[in-house]
């Protein structure tokens, strides 16, 4: 469990206390970070294409325009990340999560069912301007832009708090207090399912998938670097959130003291739950998370 001075752990505790679901200021404070396909780097063929011109940002874009119905990317250094991409012929955005070095990226067209033929395969070079990057751009799991209703109320949640923990307080108590869980939704959720968090917010039920989709992209607008954890809980599959600051590094699965101890940033059971003690508890045992992605 990471240490932290008294001072810290005050002020943090003082920060969940302060913050209510009222805006101090509405007056727009998103930093608006917008991916791009310059087609300065490029790979593929005709159908398929990577977009490599901003690898030190953190992202790679990749397009396809073939004819197959189904198109998978894998992205491997360490850890082998599989995406569906759209066949929409229109970019979408792959973070690259693992820090510098060689990245292998795949694209797969689907044969028949689950058969596929490899596109292309590309190893990438990769140096990061800022480690941190990754974790503030959009991607295809976390997708917004500068039209998106989530920048608003990213701004009037966060309005008038210039403090980053304060900031992650209000984000994280709007998701618990404003988020119903869909069930329905979760027993019919289909494989290759990616959040709309425009879509949330209007609705305000979602799965876990995006709770944590919504809190990632209202805290990279605010300019916290953040991510959207998936791995087990409970052995469930599930999704969660870690965080950034300059004074206390990654919080990978710790998110705020009480005076006692350190809670899990688990919005999706914080807001089921309800208070009841035994998902305190749960949510308060980070034994009880196993990580697998990060994005």
Request: net charge neutral; aromatic share 12%; proline share 3%.
């Amino acid at each position: 469990m990471r240490k932290t001075t008294f001072r810290r752990a005050t002020a943090l505790a003082l920060a969940f206390m302060l913050c209510t679901l009222t805006p101090v200021s509405t007056a727009q404070a998103a930093v608006i970070r917008t991916p791009s396909a310059d087609g300065a780097v490029t790979y593929g063929n005709g159908t398929a294409v990577i977009d490599a011109s901003h690898t030190s940002d953190g992202y790679v874009m990749i397009k396809y325009t073939g004819s197959a119905r189904r198109i998978k990317v894998r992205i491997t250094k360490n850890t082998q990340y599989t995406y569906d991409l759209n066949v929409s012929g229109a970019y979408e955005t792959f973070p690259l999560t693992e820090g510098n070095g060689a990245y292998t990226v795949a694209i797969f067209e689907q044969v028949e069912g689950t058969m596929y033929a490899q596109a292309v395969n590309q190893t990438i070079n990769v140096t990061l301007s800022n480690d941190k990057l990754p974790f503030l751009y959009p991607n295809q799991f976390c997708n917004y832009n500068a039209m998106s209703a989530v920048v608003g109320v990213s701004d009037a949640v966060c309005g008038g708090i210039t403090d980053p923990l304060q900031k992650v307080a209000a984000v994280y108590n709007y998701a618990v207090n404003t988020l119903s869980y869909d069930y329905n939704k979760a027993a019919t959720v289909q494989s290759g399912y990616l959040p709309n968090i425009d879509s949330t917010l209007a609705t305000r039920n979602g799965i876990c998938f995006d709770y944590a989709s919504m809190m990632v992209a209202m805290l990279r607008l605010q300019d916290i670097p953040s991510k959207l954890v998936i791995g087990y809980t409970g052995g469930q599959y599930h999704a969660w959130v870690s965080v950034y600051t300059d004074a206390q590094g990654w919080i990978d699965n710790v998110i705020f003291f009480n005076g006692n101890d350190w809670r899990f940033m688990d919005p999706t059971f914080a807001s089921t739950g309800k208070g009841n003690p035994s998902v305190t508890e749960h949510i308060k045992n980070s034994a009880n998370y196993s990580a697998k992605f990060s994005y």
